[in-house]
Structures are given as structure tokens and as C-alpha cells.
């Protein structure tokens, strides 16, 4: 009974031993891992944040696309889940990187160039007797390019790319003045 | 009542068992989970996060499901750790009684207080589950609105 006894009452105590230890063990290295897995994920939200902005406008994909491209990137990093929800500092940097990214300006959402940082308007020449359009062949002559155009930058969806596109008069724009439709109707 | 009495004894005995039994377990479940998250990391990729967005009320239901399942792991952990440390407190009272084992109000102490460490781990692993949850699943929320918003 003596030998029983005394070899359940140590048993428990080195089995619940052994496990706080190992625990504490596992939790100091499950910290360096979340450190440079950290460290790893920052790098790679930003190099994906410049890869957005690169050459190849953001506007023409589409948020579907955007998400692929996302998840190829950073399926090979490990998301340091306990670090973020500790540090409430890390988790805002961390957050505004990947909400960043994910804003980035697709087809489906719209295009306003000034905000998504799209390409700047064309820039009219002017010579003597009418205007060129912006890397047109040739200057346009005639009724339609003496009477005012306005450009408006949106999605074509016979060539998949967001261009610009030309309206006029002919197209419903009316480009009196407030002061020269009253003097017309006057 | 008699140390050296038939029923005593029986009663030592019975409740001796009844501690091996939950060390056992505790042994065999701690090790299990050790074991596995050392080999089997579990741990996703911030890919797998955006990934989620794809289907977020489908996701969100299966990482509620996957933390609920560790939680509970947890929470048996440590009921099953107070049971086998209630063991040990009958055990040591047995041997206390008998007074056959030297440094007994010692080695009794280095348990119990080894044991309410243990399952204050995890209290607070349990604890760290919840925040996790709420974590990823207002972030998720959050990145999944602005799919919505210009």
C-alpha cells in the first residue's frame, strides 16, 4: 500500500510538471516563430502593395483577381495570430496594410481617376484652326471637333481595358452656361 | 477510523485508480495535442484569411467551428485536471493518515499549486481562443465590407 500510495503522489506531481515545462517550452518558441513570421508577413504585404502600383494600371483587373493575386502572395505566410492579438499597435500597421492592398482600385468599383490614381487626363494640343486629339493620327477638322468634347474616363468592354472616351453635343452633353440658357429662353 | 481497516484501505485504493485513471488521460491528451501542433502546425496563412473573403458567412461558420473544437479541448483539460488534482488531495490525505510518506505536507503543496498553475494555463489559453475568434472575425468583417464600399 506504502509503495502505491507514494507512486500515485509522484506521478501526478511529474506528469503535471512535465506539461507546465513543455507548455512554457512550446510558448517561448511559438513566440519567435510568430516574431519573424511577423517580420515576414510585413515584408510581404508591402512588396504586394508596390506590385499593385505598378506598370500595369490596378483598374484593369477585377476585385476577383485582386483577391487571387492576395492569396498566391501570401499563402506562404504564416499569420502570427497571437502576436496581433496581443498588440493592438501591431494589428492597426498590420490592418491598414492589408485593408490598403485590398482597396486598390479594380474595374468593378468604379473609376474615378483622381481617386484611384489612375492615368492623368490627356493633354489637348491646340494648333492653329482646331484641336488634336491625344495621340491621334491626324488633326479632326469640321463641326464635331469645333464644338466642345468632354472626356470621361471609364471601362470598354470590347477591349477589357479602361481607356478614354470622347462625348459631345451629339451625345446629349449640353455645354451652355446657366447665363446662356437664360438669355436663349429671354 | 482505523488507517489499517479493510475499508479504508479499499477506499485508498479506489480513489488511488481513480487518480492513475485521470493522469493517464491528462497524460495522453496533452501529449496528443503536443505531438500533433508540433507536427502538424495548424496555424493559417494570411492567405488562407483573404481566401475566406471569397465566402465569408461559410467561413466564418467553419473558424467558429474550429475554435469552438479547441476551446473545448481546453476546457476538458482543465476539468480534467481538477479532478485528478482532487485525486491527489485524497490520495495525500490517505498517506497523511497513515503516515507513511516523509515531506508529505510538502510534496502535497508542489502538487496542488503545480496543478492550479496548469489549469490556470488553461483559463487563459481559453480565454486567448475567445480574443483570437473575435479578432479574426472582425477582421474578416471589416475587409469583407469593403468588396462593398467604393
Not at chain 1, 492579438?85 to 482597396?103: P, S
Not at chain 1, 477589357?160 to 437664360?182: I, L, N, V
Not at chain 2, 508542489?110 to 481562443?129: D, H, P, R, W
Amino acid at each position: 500500500m506504502e509503495g502505491v500510495l507514494q507512486y500515485l503522489i509522484y506521478t501526478f506531481i511529474a506528469i503535471v510538471l512535465f506539461a507546465l515545462v513543455t507548455i512554457f517550452v512550446a510558448e517561448r518558441k511559438r513566440k519567435r516563430t510568430a516574431l519573424a513570421a511577423d517580420a515576414s508577413l510585413m515584408g510581404d504585404l508591402t512588396a504586394l502593395s508596390e506590385s499593385l502600383k505598378g506598370p500595369e494600371p490596378a483598374l484593369r483587373i477585377s476585385y476577383s483577381e485582386l483577391l487571387d493575386r492576395v492569396v498566391d502572395r501570401l499563402s506562404a505566410s504564416p499569420f502570427p495570430v497571437d502576436l496581433y492579438t496581443k498588440d493592438a499597435e501591431r494589428r492597426a500597421v498590420m490592418e491598414n496594410k492589408l485593408i490598403g492592398i485590398l482597396r486598390t482600385p479594380t474595374s468593378e468599383r468604379g473609376s474615378d481617376p483622381e481617386k484611384t490614381g489612375g492615368p492623368t487626363p490627356p493633354v489637348f494640343e491646340s494648333p492653329p484652326g482646331g484641336f488634336r486629339r491625344p495621340g491621334g493620327p491626324s488633326a479632326l477638322s469640321g463641326p464635331e471637333m469645333q464644338a466642345p468634347v468632354v472626356w470621361i474616363w471609364h471601362y470598354d468592354p470590347s477591349t477589357g481595358k479602361p481607356a478614354w472616351h470622347s462625348y459631345g453635343p451629339r451625345f446629349g452633353f449640353d455645354f451652355r452656361t446657366q447665363s446662356q440658357k437664360e438669355e436663349e429662353k429671354g | 477510523m482505523d488507517p489499517n481497516s479493510a475499508v479504508f484501505l479499499i477506499a485508498a485504493l479506489l480513489f488511488g485508480i481513480v487518480l492513475l485513471t485521470v493522469a493517464l488521460i491528462l497524460f495522453v491528451t496533452l501529449g496528443i495535442q503536443l505531438v500533433t501542433s508540433r507536427f502538424l502546425p495548424i496555424d493559417l496563412s494570411a492567405g488562407n484569411l483573404v481566401s475566406f473573403l471569397k465566402d465569408l458567412p461559410t467561413s466564418a461558420g467553419q473558424l467558429q467551428k474550429a475554435y469552438d473544437w479547441n476551446i473545448s479541448q481546453w476546457s476538458n483539460f482543465g476539468t480534467t485536471l481538477l479532478t485528478g488534482t482532487l485525486g491527489f488531495i485524497t490520495t495525500c490525505l490517505v498517506a497523511f493518515y497513515k503516515g507513511e510518506i516523509k515531506h508529505l505536507t510538502i510534496t502535497m503543496l508542489v502538487g496542488v499549486a503545480a496543478a492550479l498553475c496548469l489549469y490556470l494555463k488553461s483559463q487563459i489559453e481559453i480565454n486567448k481562443l475567445k480574443n483570437q475568434f473575435m479578432y479574426w472575425y472582425s477582421l474578416l468583417s471589416k475587409i469583407y465590407t469593403l468588396r462593398t464600399s467604393p
